[in-house]
Structures are given as structure tokens and as C-alpha cells.
């Protein structure tokens, strides 16, 4: 049975296409750096549809270790800085594909040193599967939240090592990558700042997800904004209104923490390369949110 985030997922992909396989990761990354593979984690996905040009960046693949495994990563900031601010960009279920490089392309024009490490390397490749269901089962499911902690952690320490200033770090992710913002801003102290976009607030305790955004909410340390669509089909608003209580009797972090949820968007509706896509929603978000790391030091 799925989740509200593998719900969400379904819901915003383009229905009735094709389930043959898609390209391998390193495939994918090729593609982000301009070497002319096609980039999209499933075949059921369109191109992305924000093209950022890697010219004045350095971009491209790069592992940094963690417990004896080395994660896989993508990374761009601008060419010949350093001392840079840093921006944790945390994938979909689809893991890094080319809206995620693109991503971290965009935050490296604004100035910053982003790095979206592949945080289901370790239970397998999503570029692999071409049926939702068996990702989720096989993939996705398996991956523990004290991993991924983990591997964030490994991210920010290879940041500092190649041009990231560690004391201006802020991290954003998308639906599963979403929630996976929620837990970080609690997890990590070096964090400055976190934007979630549509990750899911509340679910059942596991031991690979033991808890959730709302029950880490009171121990924030860093604040979070959440940006929500109101039509999004896995994530009824009622839990961004519980998420919104258990704030406001949390931390200083967590009091200041906010929510901006636009009405007629629905689930994934920063992902331009699915038809969920709303422009004007995915632009005044991302204002919004290059505004609120630099509000909240990350800058």
C-alpha cells in the first residue's frame, strides 16, 4: 500500500506512458553536464523543462565517503570561488536526475555551492525501474532515515573541503526529499536554514522512519519554510495545520518556522518537467525561498 508521498508521486507523473526501463545513473549525471545523454530518472517523465547552462560554473559528479561507502553525488557552484554558501538539494523518490541537477545549477547561479548527493545509492539505482510500485517497494522503502542523516552529514563535510563555508549551510528537497528536509533542520546543528517543498508532515513510525516532521517540529534547530500545494492529493491540509501546532510550542527555530501554501497547486508543482508543473507557484516559491536562506544567514 503507498504512502502519501508515493501517492503524491503517481499522482503528478504522466499517466499511460510507457514502463521500459530508463538510462543509469551515471547516465543521468552525463546528461546534467551537458555530454548529451537524455536525462530523466523514468521513461514516463518528460525532459526537464529549465535548461541552466553550466558556463561560469564548475559542475559535475563527484563521492565523498561515509561508513566505508561512497556516496555518489552531484555538485555546481560558481567557477573560481570559494568560501561559498552552502545548499543540500535532497531528490525525489526519482533520485538525481536532471530536474535535480538542474536544481542545484540554479543555486549555483544565486551564488552557491549545492550538492545533491544520491541518497538511495546504497539500495539500488531508480533510474533502474520503470514501474513506480516496484521502486517504492524495493527502493524507497528500504532506505533508513539514520542513513540518509548520515549521508547529509557527508555532504556538508565535503562541502567544506572544496570551496563551502560550513557555517552558512541551508538544505531544500522536494516531496521525499521534502520530509527528509523537516528531519535534517532537527538532526544537524550546522544547519542555517531549510525549504521544504511538499514533503510529507505525518505517517506511521517504522524502524527505518521512526519518527516525522511533526514530531521532530519542537526540536528544530534551524527554521524551516514549507511551501505546500492546497490541491495536492497526498498531503491533506489538516496536516499542515497539526504541523503548524507542534511548531509553535517548539523551539526558537520552530516558532519562526512558516508555511506558504498556494491553493490551486498540486502535488510536485516545482517539477518542470511533469504535467503537476505550475509556473507561477514554482516561481514565487523559489523567490521565496533564495529570500529565506539569505534572511536566516545562508548567504
Request: net charge neutral; with cysteine.
Given at each position: 500500500?503507498?504512502?502519501?508521498d508515493?501517492?503524491?508521486?503517481?499522482?503528478?507523473?504522466?499517466?499511460?506512458?510507457?514502463?521500459?526501463?530508463?538510462?543509469?545513473?551515471?547516465?543521468?549525471?552525463k546528461?546534467?553536464?551537458?555530454?548529451?545523454?537524455?536525462?530523466?530518472?523514468?521513461?514516463?517523465?518528460?525532459?526537464?523543462?529549465?535548461?541552466?547552462?553550466?558556463?561560469?560554473?564548475?559542475?559535475?559528479e563527484?563521492?565523498?565517503?561515509?561508513?566505508?561507502f561512497?556516496?555518489?553525488?552531484?555538485?555546481?557552484a560558481?567557477?573560481?570561488?570559494?568560501d561559498?554558501?552552502?545548499?543540500?538539494?535532497?531528490?525525489?523518490?526519482?533520485?538525481?536526475?536532471?530536474?535535480?541537477?538542474?536544481?542545484?545549477?540554479?543555486?549555483?547561479?544565486?551564488?552557491?555551492?549545492?550538492?545533491?548527493?544520491?541518497?538511495?545509492?546504497?539500495?539500488?539505482?531508480?533510474?533502474?525501474?520503470?514501474?513506480?510500485a516496484?521502486?517504492m517497494?524495493?527502493?524507497?522503502?528500504?532506505?533508513?532515515?539514520?542513513?540518509?542523516?548520515?549521508?547529509l552529514?557527508?555532504?556538508?563535510?565535503?562541502?567544506?573541503?572544496?570551496?563551502?563555508?560550513?557555517?552558512?549551510?541551508?538544505?531544500?528537497?522536494?516531496?521525499?526529499?521534502?520530509?527528509?528536509?523537516?528531519?535534517?533542520?532537527?538532526?544537524?546543528?550546522?544547519?542555517?536554514?531549510?525549504?521544504?517543498?511538499?514533503?510529507?508532515?505525518?505517517?506511521?513510525?517504522?524502524?527505518l522512519?521512526?519518527?516525522?516532521?511533526?514530531?521532530?517540529?519542537?526540536?528544530?534547530?534551524?527554521?524551516?519554510?514549507?511551501?505546500y500545494?492546497?490541491?495536492d492529493?497526498?498531503?491533506?491540509?489538516?496536516?499542515?495545520?497539526?504541523?503548524?501546532?507542534?511548531?509553535?510550542?517548539?523551539?526558537?527555530a520552530?516558532?519562526?518556522?512558516?508555511?506558504?501554501?498556494?491553493?490551486?497547486?498540486?502535488?510536485?508543482?516545482?517539477?518542470?518537467?511533469?504535467?503537476?508543473?505550475?509556473?507561477?507557484?514554482?516561481?514565487?516559491?523559489?523567490?521565496?525561498?533564495?529570500?529565506?536562506?539569505?534572511?536566516?544567514?545562508v548567504?
Amino acid at each position: 500500500m503507498l504512502n502519501s508521498d508515493q501517492k503524491s508521486e503517481f499522482d503528478s507523473l504522466l499517466p499511460g506512458q510507457s514502463t521500459e526501463r530508463g538510462s543509469t545513473r551515471r547516465t543521468a549525471l552525463k546528461a546534467a553536464l551537458g555530454i548529451g545523454y537524455a536525462a530523466t530518472a523514468l521513461p514516463i517523465m518528460a525532459q526537464t523543462a529549465i535548461k541552466t547552462p553550466t558556463d561560469d560554473l564548475r559542475a559535475g559528479e563527484t563521492t565523498f565517503e561515509v561508513n566505508g561507502f561512497k556516496v555518489p553525488a552531484y555538485y555546481a557552484a560558481p567557477a573560481g570561488k570559494t568560501d561559498l554558501p552552502v545548499i543540500l538539494v535532497i531528490q525525489e523518490i526519482l533520485g538525481v536526475h536532471e530536474y535535480i541537477a538542474d536544481t542545484a545549477r540554479r543555486f549555483a547561479k544565486a551564488g552557491y555551492l549545492a550538492i545533491a548527493p544520491e541518497l538511495f545509492a546504497r539500495q539500488g539505482d531508480p533510474s533502474e525501474y520503470g514501474e513506480m510500485a516496484k521502486l517504492m517497494a524495493e527502493v524507497v522503502s528500504k532506505v533508513p532515515d539514520a542513513q540518509v542523516m548520515a549521508d547529509l552529514d557527508g555532504a556538508v563535510k565535503w562541502a567544506g573541503a572544496n570551496g563551502g563555508n560550513t557555517a552558512k549551510v541551508g538544505v531544500t528537497g522536494f516531496c521525499w526529499g521534502g520530509r527528509i528536509t523537516w528531519l535534517y533542520a532537527a538532526h544537524s546543528t550546522s544547519v542555517k536554514a531549510g525549504v521544504a517543498w511538499y514533503g510529507r508532515l505525518v505517517g506511521d513510525s517504522s524502524p527505518l522512519t521512526p519518527k516525522h516532521p511533526v514530531e521532530i517540529a519542537p526540536i528544530l534547530n534551524a527554521p524551516v519554510l514549507g511551501l505546500y500545494g492546497g490541491q495536492d492529493g497526498g498531503i491533506p491540509l489538516d496536516t499542515v495545520d497539526k504541523m503548524k501546532a507542534a511548531l509553535a510550542s517548539g523551539s526558537a527555530a520552530a516558532k519562526v518556522s512558516q508555511f506558504v501554501v498556494y491553493p490551486d497547486a498540486p502535488h510536485a508543482f516545482h517539477a518542470d518537467y511533469r504535467p503537476s508543473y505550475r509556473k507561477e507557484a514554482a516561481e514565487d516559491g523559489w523567490k521565496r525561498a533564495v529570500a529565506w536562506f539569505k534572511a536566516n544567514g545562508v548567504a
